[in-house]
């Protein structure tokens, strides 16, 4: 079976994200849409993907092995065709057999036999999606989707609970000074190896798993609350609190305060739900 991850309409709903990217590249959790689906998808013997015709060049660089918009991704095989801006958290709720899984009346999953595929149109993603519904069941169901800029933050704690579930690793593999603690379960914490955590550093798992990701460095008076993802090489300086917020590599968080509150508004506040993509810098200097 091959795999076809796809951008449909509404991925305009997503702008800015998606001006430079396809939907299934946002982030959500400890990895991207795309990272999510392909997971879910377990076995297949490829995978391929259907995007605007202007990313198009910049999907086939950051996927050489993969097929980008050919329309002989659609013949050949059984196929598994799922909208990038589905969030797994659990599982994809694949049909059995042949079917479509419709959200609020679009097709977001489509599992097709080979047999069915060829007598479809295969030169526009939309137009097979629409014939396929004269041939196969369809059923409306409820799924996890990233509509607006909004949901990713909405689904950021149940992306990053289910992310740390799925790697299945936790204990702490880097550096840990003896002055810090891990406050809550202690088998929902993870640091990588390469990862270092300074002295006074309260990393919280009551609340959900934190994991520090690799060459990652928390320096003094910072605390992490769970769920919440660190990438690899970030630096977070001085953090009064951390809540619900994945970042990704090479990130730069500085929070420099002597006092707790900024215009009124508690520090913490300002660095929760949030999301860091490559190379973001964030500094917060109050007075």
């Known amino acids: 079976m091959r795999l076809i ?25 400890h990895t991207t849409l795309g990272d999510k689906i392909r997971r879910a998808a377990g076995h297949v013997s490829g995978t391929a993907y259907s995007v605007r015709p202007i990313l198009a060049p910049v999907i086939k660089q950051r996927f050489p092995e993969s097929a980008v918009n050919d329309p002989d991704m659609f013949r050949g095989e059984d196929l598994l065709l799922v909208d990038g801006r ?17 959200y609020k009346g679009r097709p977001v999953i489509a ?38 800029p909004w949901d990713i933050i909405h689904y950021n704690p149940q992306a990053i609970a289910a992310d740390f579930k799925e790697t299945a690793q936790f204990g702490v593999e880097g550096f840990m000074d003896r002055l810090s603690c891990i406050y809550g379960p202690q088998d929902w914490c993870y640091v990588a190896h390469g990862a270092e955590i300074h002295p006074m550093v309260v990393l919280d798992t009551k609340g959900g798993p934190v994991t520090i990701d690799r060459d990652a460095v928390i320096f003094p008076h910072t605390r992490i609350e769970g769920p919440a993802y660190i990438g690899p ?3 977070i300086i001085g ?12 990130a730069v968080w500085e929070v420099r305060s002597r006092s707790r509150s900024f215009t009124g508004i508690p520090i913490s506040t300002m660095t929760v739900s949030s999301v860091m993509h490559i190379y973001a810098n964030g500094s917060i200097s109050g007075h």
Do not use: W
């Not at 991850?5 to 982030?27: D, H, K, S």
């Open 239 to 250: 953090a009064k609190s951390v809540r619900d917020a994945p970042s990704d590599r090479n």
């Open 233 to 235: 090489r970030t630096q």
């Open 5 to 29: 991850i796809f951008e449909y309409e509404g991925f305009e709903q997503l702008y800015p994200l998606t001006y430079v990217r396809a939907a299934f590249e946002i982030r959500c959790g």
């Open 111 to 148: 599992k097709i036999n080979a047999a069915t595929a060829v007598k479809l149109p295969c030169t526009d993603l939309g137009a097979l999606l629409e014939a396929a519904k004269k041939f196969l069941p369809v059923m409306e169901k409820q799924v996890p989707f990233i509509e607006f």
């Open 86 to 102: 589905v969030l797994v958290l659990e599982h994809l709720p694949v049909p059995e057999k042949q079917g479509i899984v419709m």
